[in-house]
C-alpha cells in the first residue's frame, strides 16, 4: 500500500507517486479531463523532475458509469475514493427523475464531505461586472452536510404534512403558519458539531494560510436557533480553541448578516479574508461572489472531511451538453481544482505552477470561448489553450 494516501492522526500522509483516482465526467468533463492531465502531469515534473509522479487512476460515475455497468454510480468507484482518501472529478450528469439522488450529494453524504471550499479570487484579464474586481480575494467554507439540504420537507395538503401542522398547533403551540390548510413544510437542522467543525475548518485554514479575518454570515436575526446558533457556537469554538491566537491579534472573528453581507462583499469586498456560512447561504454566496470576479465558469471547488482526509476536488460547473466533444470547453475550473487537490497533498510548488501558468495566459488575453467573448479578443481552443499552459508552465 506504499502508493495510497493515508490520513494519520489528522494529518496527510503523501508517497512520492501517490496512486489518485479521478472521474472523467460527462459531457465536457471528457473534452477537458485528458488536457487537465497533461497540465497537471507537467507541472509535477517540473516541479520535482521525476522524484514524484502521480499514478491517475480512472473510475466511473455519471453516464459512462451507466453505459458500462448499468449503475450510475458502481460500488467499486466509492469503495476506491474511500481506499485513496483524495480524488479529483469533472461534471457528472445527474438522471432527471427515477429516484436517483444527484451523484454529487451522493458522494457528499457517504464520505462526510461536510466542508465545501471555494476559494474567490480575480485574474487579471477577465470581464467584471466590478470597477476593482481585484479587490476580492476570499475563501469560501460552506458547512455541507446539515441546513435544508438535509431533504427534510413535507408537500402542501398531504396527510403527512397535516399530522405535522396538527402537532406543531397542539402540542408546540405554534400559531405562527399563515395558510395552515395549504402550507408545505421543511425543516433546517443545524447542529453545535456540524457547526463548530466547519468554523474549526476555516479557522485552521486561516492559520495555516496567513489570513486573519473569519467572518461567520448568517441570518441569525430571523432564525435565532439555527443561524443564530451557528454564530453563537462560531464565537464559543473560537475562544475555547484559538484563545491566543484572539489575544495575539493572528485571528480575529467577527460575523455579519447574510444580507448585509451580499451588499458588502460588492462595495467593500476587501474586508473579507474567510467566510463560513451555513449551507443554503454558502450555496448563494460562493455563486455570487464567482460571478463578481467574472469567473462563474473558472471557479474551483473541493469537499472535504478534515478528520478521515477524505476530499473530493471538482470543477464547478455541470456537463454543458451545448458544446460537449467540441474541443471548446474551459478547462480552468478543473486545472484550478487540481491546483487546490496539489496544495491539500501538500504538494504546494506544483499548485503554484498551475495557477501562475493561468493567471499568464489569461492577462494575454488567451483565453477560451466562453471568456474571450466578452473581453472581445479572438478564442481558443481547449486544447490550443491548454497548449499555452504547457509552454508557460
Ligand atoms: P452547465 O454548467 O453545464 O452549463 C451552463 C452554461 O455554461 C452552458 O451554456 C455551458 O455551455 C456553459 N459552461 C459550463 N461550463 C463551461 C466550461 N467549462 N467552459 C465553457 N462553457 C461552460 O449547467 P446546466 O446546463 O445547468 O447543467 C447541465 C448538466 O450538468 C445537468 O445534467 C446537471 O445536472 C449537470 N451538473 C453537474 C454538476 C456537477 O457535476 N458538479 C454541476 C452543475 C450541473
Known amino acids: 500500500m506504499s502508493n495510497t494516501i493515508y490520513c494519520k492522526q489528522g494529518h ?6 501517490p496512486i489518485i483516482p479521478y472521474i472523467e465526467g460527462d459531457g465536457i468533463g471528457q473534452d477537458i479531463w485528458k488536457q487537465a492531465q497533461q497540465v497537471f502531469d507537467c507541472a509535477v515534473e517540473k516541479a520535482y523532475q521525476g522524484r514524484k509522479k502521480v499514478d491517475w487512476l480512472e473510475l466511473l460515475a455519471g453516464k459512462k458509469a451507466y453505459d458500462q455497468t448499468g449503475s450510475w454510480l458502481p460500488p467499486e468507484t466509492m469503495t476506491s475514493i474511500k481506499q485513496y482518501l483524495v480524488a479529483i472529478k469533472g461534471p457528472l450528469e445527474t438522471p432527471v427523475g427515477g429516484g436517483i439522488r444527484s451523484l454529487n450529494v451522493a458522494l457528499r453524504q457517504e464520505l462526510d464531505l461536510y466542508a465545501c471550499q471555494r476559494p474567490v479570487r480575480y485574474f487579471q484579464g477577465i ?12 475563501v469560501v467554507f460552506r458547512e455541507n452536510t446539515e441546513d435544508i439540504y438535509a431533504g427534510i420537507e413535507w408537500e402542501a395538503q398531504t396527510a403527512e404534512v397535516q399530522t405535522l401542522i396538527h402537532f406543531l398547533q397542539t402540542e408546540m403551540k405554534v400559531n405562527q403558519i399563515r395558510f395552515p390548510a395549504s402550507s408545505s413544510i421543511g425543516i433546517k437542522p443545524i447542529s453545535i458539531e456540524g457547526s463548530k467543525r466547519i468554523i474549526r475548518a476555516a479557522i485552521e485554514y486561516a492559520l495555516a494560510n496567513d489570513l486573519r479575518r473569519i467572518t461567520l454570515v448568517h441570518k441569525g436575526n430571523i432564525q435565532k436557533f439555527t443561524e443564530g446558533g451557528f454564530r453563537k457556537w462560531g464565537y464559543e469554538l473560537a475562544q475555547q480553541e484559538y484563545g491566543p491566537y484572539l489575544q495575539s491579534g493572528k485571528l480575529q472573528i467577527n460575523d455579519i448578516i447574510a444580507d448585509n453581507f451580499f451588499q458588502q462583499a460588492l462595495l467593500h469586498p476587501e474586508k473579507f479574508d474567510v467566510i463560513v456560512l451555513t449551507n443554503l447561504n454558502g450555496d448563494y454566496a460562493s455563486d455570487a461572489l464567482a460571478a463578481q470576479v467574472g469567473g462563474i465558469g473558472i471557479s474551483p471547488g473541493a469537499n472535504i472531511n478534515y478528520e478521515t482526509g477524505h476530499a473530493i476536488f471538482e470543477a464547478t460547473h455541470g456537463t454543458a451538453p451545448d458544446i460537449a466533444g467540441k474541443n471548446q470547453a474551459n478547462p480552468c475550473s478543473l486545472l484550478l481544482s487540481g491546483a487546490m487537490l496539489f496544495s491539500y497533498i501538500g504538494w504546494q510548488e506544483v499548485a503554484d505552477r498551475i495557477q501562475k501558468a493561468i493567471e499568464t495566459a489569461i492577462a494575454n488575453q488567451e483565453m477560451t470561448a466562453d471568456l474571450a467573448q466578452a473581453c472581445s479578443t479572438r478564442a481558443l481552443s481547449t486544447s490550443q489553450f491548454v497548449a499555452r499552459l504547457l509552454d508557460y508552465l
Open 12 to 17: 496527510l500522509v503523501v508517497p512520492d507517486n
Open 127 to 138: 470581464e467584471s461586472p466590478l470597477k476593482h474586481p481585484e479587490k476580492t480575494n476570499m
